[in-house]
């Protein structure tokens, strides 16, 4: 029962270094999504796919690239790191049903990622 | 825009009931929901209330709805130490694929 999982767990940066934050999930859900957690502002969505082979920007969409890889895997992917983009990242999925409007999201453990 | 806010802090005593509330703007939301998130850890999906409901209970834990002032809050009785975490209310909109989150209550439990 491994729900979520996202790699790395911790990641430290320089400015300007490139990395990927993967996720899989195991529950054959068709939406998944990329929130940012930084203190006092809540989770804040950054991209999501609402099913495979589609993506879209969130809240927070500047400085990060997604890649819908196929059902089960959603990356993230920092081009050039800047210290703005220091937070914990945490993908989500969740079943979204065809025409219906309940959308309860299952967490990944988050990636801790600091940049320097 | 969809707006979702609540306090950041709540203190309460073990044993005593906890209230944590919510405020959010969208009057289209047909499902609202509470997250758990212990420290290092993700969040957990609490519970969740349709918007036709005024109150859902789940043992200790109770759900109160007021469609018309837009507020949502959690009781949860009996307070424990384990019960000390961050709490997120979470809005979804009708025909949006997108929950908007609260900035989170952190519920401190003192013994």
């Known amino acids: 029962n491994a729900g979520v999982t996202q790699t790395p767990k911790f990641q430290v940066l320089k400015t300007g270094q490139s990395m990927t934050l993967q996720c899989a999930q195991d529950m054959n859900h068709n939406s998944m999504y990329w929130y940012r957690q930084d203190p006092g502002m809540g989770l804040r969505l950054i991209y999501y796919s609402a099913s495979e082979g589609t993506t879209d920007k969130g809240e927070v969409p500047n400085g990060y690239n997604v890649s819908r890889l196929n059902k089960r895997e959603f990356s993230l992917r920092l081009e050039s790191a800047a210290p703005s983009q220091t937070s914990v990242y945490f993908c989500?999925?969740?079943?979204?049903?065809?025409?219906?409007?309940?959308?309860?999201?299952?967490f990944g453990a988050g990636t801790r990622l600091s940049v320097l | 825009g969809e707006d979702v806010e609540q306090s950041l802090f709540l203190s309460v005593r073990e044993g005593d009931s906890s209230v944590i509330n919510c405020t959010y703007t969208?009057?289209?939301?047909?499902?609202l929901y509470w997250y758990k998130q212990e420290p290092g850890a993700g969040l957990q999906l609490l519970t969740y209330i349709f918007s036709n409901m005024d109150m859902k209970q789940d043992q200790r834990l109770t759900v109160l709805l007021n469609k018309k002032d837009k507020h949502l809050s959690l009781r949860i009785a009996d307070t424990q130490t384990g019960d000390s975490a961050i709490y997120f209310c979470?809005?979804?909109?009708?025909?949006?694929?997108?929950?908007?989150f609260g900035t989170g209550t952190l519920l401190a439990v003192q013994p």
């Open positions: 969208d009057s289209s939301s047909t499902y």
């Open positions: 989500a999925s969740s079943e979204r049903p065809q025409g219906g409007t309940q959308n309860i999201q299952y």
């Open positions: 979470a809005d979804s909109g009708g025909a949006t694929n997108k929950l908007i």
